[in-house]
């Protein structure tokens, strides 16, 4: 099960209680390296390998959504260590 249809949003995860502080960080980490992965490609002209919003990314920008995306993983990181 990837982490995009474990979680729905970056939030969602940093506020899941049920996992262990440096589990969440470490998943959220992880989260941000599939993304980043996405926006290398595309950069390179690749097509952005199809997630759980597939059918949005064929109405929305891939490179705007995933931007974002990697925007939101990097606050939800912050909430979790501080």
Not at 71 to 81: D, F, G, H, S
């Amino acid at each position: 099960m990837s982490i995009e249809t474990e979680h729905n949003t970056p939030n969602e995860l940093a506020n899941d209680a049920t996992i262990p502080t440096n589990e969440r960080v470490e998943r959220l980490q992880n989260w941000a390296a599939i993304v980043q992965r996405r926006l290398d490609s595309a950069n390179e002209g690749m097509i952005p390998e199809a997630g759980p919003d597939a059918a949005e990314r064929e109405t929305a920008d891939p490179l705007s959504r995933d931007a974002e995306l990697l925007r939101e993983i990097e606050k939800a990181i912050e909430q979790v260590e501080q």
